[in-house]
Nanobody, 115 residues
């Protein structure tokens, strides 16, 4: 079983930056594809970025050029560096771990970007 705990959310002005962290319990973190999703009020949860166990990364179009996902397997942690934030980035951000048809989710962290 894997437990994921996000941190690093908060209130930031448009154009600012935040770094989200997601710590994982258990010994299989390095085998997981890790991702970040977000859900804005009244909208469906959407995928933001992912990083495979081998370190390959993919981004949603809305995140390309502004967000960077990374991982530190020694610390069982995945990060999402968010720069040039926009009000439309306001959402609850969720950490996700995936392997062999099993998905793990964190509880989410709120990111609010003021204009």
């Amino acid at each position: 079983q894997v437990q994921l705990v996000e941190s690093g959310g908060g209130l930031v002005q448009a154009g600012g930056s935040l770094r989200l962290s997601c710590g994982a319990s258990g010994s299989i973190f390095r085998f997981l594809t890790m991702g970040w999703y977000r859900q804005a009020p009244g909208k469906q949860r959407e995928w933001v970025a992912e990083i495979t166990s081998g370190g390959s990364t993919n981004y949603a179009d809305s995140a390309k050029g502004r967000f960077t996902i990374s991982r530190d397997n020694a610390k069982n942690t995945v990060y999402l560096q968010m720069n040039s934030l926009k009000p439309e980035d306001t959402a609850v951000y969720y950490c996700n771990g995936f392997r062999w048809s099993t998905a793990y989710w964190g509880q989410g962290t709120q990111v609010t970007v003021s204009s």
